[in-house]
């Protein structure tokens, strides 16, 4: 019986220690956000706070809706709060520079998310190869105006990294058949924000003056893709002109089914969200990280960069990669139609 109360004792202990040795284990992980204007950024952060938690982390999540100066104070936030890691999709990519030299300073690594930042000691970028997004885009439309005409090219804001690759990879692909002359660009504009409403009012504005033909309309994003669909409504509700999108966001998926858009270029989420979660968990436990890693220069350094390939969506393949799938789910689908 004492052996039998001993070994219960020493059980107890050993609950006890192990109890301590978790607590003591657990980090805490920023994640601070832009915006969710568009649906897939409300996916990405679920699906990495579920990551997170499930690895006995916890997570702290800011959304600063395009205000620099409100990241800046959210970011001064999880640092003063002494997290071990902070994720960042920066509201832009130069003034992001400052968090990150404050997050040095508190020896606080910092992981770029989906968007580089410029000019700073970055510690990780994790993205989708943003050079080919454009590049995917950039085919469809040529392959469906049969290599000939004239196209508009509608890119998000010039201080995203991400539109400045988008339409290296556009260009890219579109340069040689622009020298010989056989596609013609009418329209090339980065837009103030990686809105509907932006790309709509600025479609209207475009449409307003120029009556000319429309053969391609190259929209870099989802959002700006509804957009100019609503400008081409009211202009030029007659036409069929292809347009492209990215992120492959509800709108998208409708828009596909009902030809008013002709393909979205799919960055699998759970993928991204995912492996920058446990890129955090194995940074803020000093642990090897074991994704393959390239590299990128921001402007300061280069940075170890964790790249990701997208997929091009058509209506010939949107039900097997997005609900079949699960990353859209038919009740959902229905109750957003």
Known sequence: M??????LILLIIQLGLNHSLCAQ??????????????????????????KVRASGDEIMIRVCDSDTSLQRKQANELINAKVDVI??????????????????????????YDRLILNCNLDYFISFDGEKVGELQAEYILKKINYSGKIMLMNGPENDVNSL????????????????????????RYLSEWTSMEA????????????GPIDGIIAANDELAQGIIEALTVFRASEKIPVTGQDATISAYYNILDNLQ???????????????AELAHQIARK????????????????????????????KENIRSLLVESNYLSEEYLKNKR
């Open 25 to 50: 284990n657990k980090k805490t992980i920023g994640f601070l956000m832009d915006d969710f204007n568009s649906s897939r950024w409300k996916h990405d952060s679920a699906i990495f706070a579920k």
């Open 262 to 276: 002709g393909m979205t270029v799919y960055k699998p989420i759970d993928s991204i969200a995912s492996q920058a």
């Open 165 to 188: 690759l988008f339409r290296k990879g556009q260009m890219k692909i579109l340069q040689p058949y622009i020298d010989k002359g056989t596609i013609k660009v009418v329209y090339d």
């Open 200 to 211: 709509y009012m600025e479609g209207n504005d475009f449409f307003a003056k120029y009556n």
């Open 87 to 112: 994720v960042l999709v920066p509201a832009d990519a130069m003034a992001a520079k400052i968090i990150v030299d404050n997050a040095n300073s508190n020896n606080i690594p910092i992981i770029a």
């Open 287 to 314: 642990e090897k990280v074991k994704a393959k890693q390239f590299l990128v220069f921001n402007g300061y350094k280069n940075i170890p960069f964790i790249k990701l390939q997208p997929i091009a969506i058509t």
């Open 2 to 7: 004492k052996i039998f109360i001993v070994q």
